[in-house]
């Protein structure tokens, strides 16, 4: 495991999503290992429980379920105890890469909700705490999608997209707090994400163009040192960011 070994999160407390398997896993263990308290939230209880297993060194604590859901944040700020520093939404699904012509209502919606809705609902919860205390980090996980056209279907596209909004919104509103909101913009990175081609159009017009334009696919852990960065006091004087780790994806 990679951290920079200075302590960074020390006596601190920070919850993160989707931390049972990819950039969420490794982002909590990033923070724990940098002496956080982390509070992780997964809808699989059993990758959560795996999580805490294989880490017993680590002060882990998990809330399984699904985080857009009130009732599965009411547990995770449960869990925190009060004390929210850090909040790294990375929760996040596929789309099944379906066109604005092809995308189902059932898709569109649960894309939105998890994406989307549960970043809102989250956030909403933990700002008042941080307001309260003068100081706190949020960073949400956007996507190439939510720079481009051509790296998703509709839905995800959209909803990336979205993500980048409130992002900067979340940052104009509450910086004065001392609340700083920054987003990171992965291209393509090892996860279990199902990221299958489920239209022909779209295999046939973005297959080509990701063939020859997407970088090698990243470690999860890369991503995670990213996210841990904007969230540690090392960018103090960054808020309203899109931080892009995505192999130079951005720049072609």
Same mark, same amino acid.
Request: hydrophobic share 45%; aromatic share 4%; glycine share 12%.
């Given at each position: 495991?990679? +951290? ?9 407390? $920070? ?13 909590? =263990? ?19 429980? #795996? ?17 857009? /859901?009130?009732? +599965? ?24 890469? &379906? ?22 609902? =989250? ?5 008042? =705490?941080?307001?309260?205390?003068? /100081? ?22 959209? /909803? ?9 919104? +979340?940052?104009?509103?509450? $910086? ?23 239209? *022909?159009? #779209?295999?046939?017009? &973005?297959?080509?163009?990701? *063939? ?17 960065? =904007? &969230? ?21």
């Amino acid at each position: 495991m990679s +951290t920079n070994g200075t302590g960074r999160f020390a006596g601190k407390t $920070a919850i993160v999503t989707g931390a049972g398997s990819g950039i969420g896993k490794a982002t909590a =263990l990033r923070l724990a290992s940098e002496g956080a308290r982390v509070v992780g939230s997964d809808i699989s209880a059993e990758r959560l429980t #795996a999580l805490v297993e294989e880490n017993p060194e680590l002060d882990i604590v998990t809330v399984a379920g699904d985080v857009s /859901s009130e009732e +599965t944040i009411a547990a995770v700020l449960e869990a925190a105890g009060g004390r929210v520093d850090a909040l790294a939404n990375i929760a996040g699904i596929m789309d099944g890469f &379906l066109p604005a012509a092809e995308v189902d209502d059932a898709t569109w919606d649960r894309v939105f909700t998890v994406n989307v809705t549960a970043i809102m609902r =989250l956030s909403r919860a933990v700002l008042p =705490l941080m307001v309260a205390a003068g /100081s706190g980090a949020i960073v949400n996980v956007s996507s190439e999608a939510g720079l481009r056209g051509s790296a998703a279907g509709a839905a995800y596209t959209a /909803s990336k997209h979205a993500v980048i909004g409130l992002t900067k919104s +979340t940052s104009v509103f509450y $910086a004065p707090n001392g609340v700083r909101t920054n987003a990171v913009a992965p291209g393509g990175v090892l996860t279990n994400v199902d990221g299958a081609f489920k239209s *022909q159009l #779209a295999g046939e017009r &973005l297959g080509p163009l990701m *063939q020859v334009n997407v970088p090698p696919v990243a470690e999860p852990e890369k991503l995670a040192a990213a996210i841990t960065w =904007l &969230l540690s006091d090392d960018s103090a004087n960054i808020s309203g960011v899109v931080l892009a780790s995505d192999g130079g994806w951005s720049a072609i």
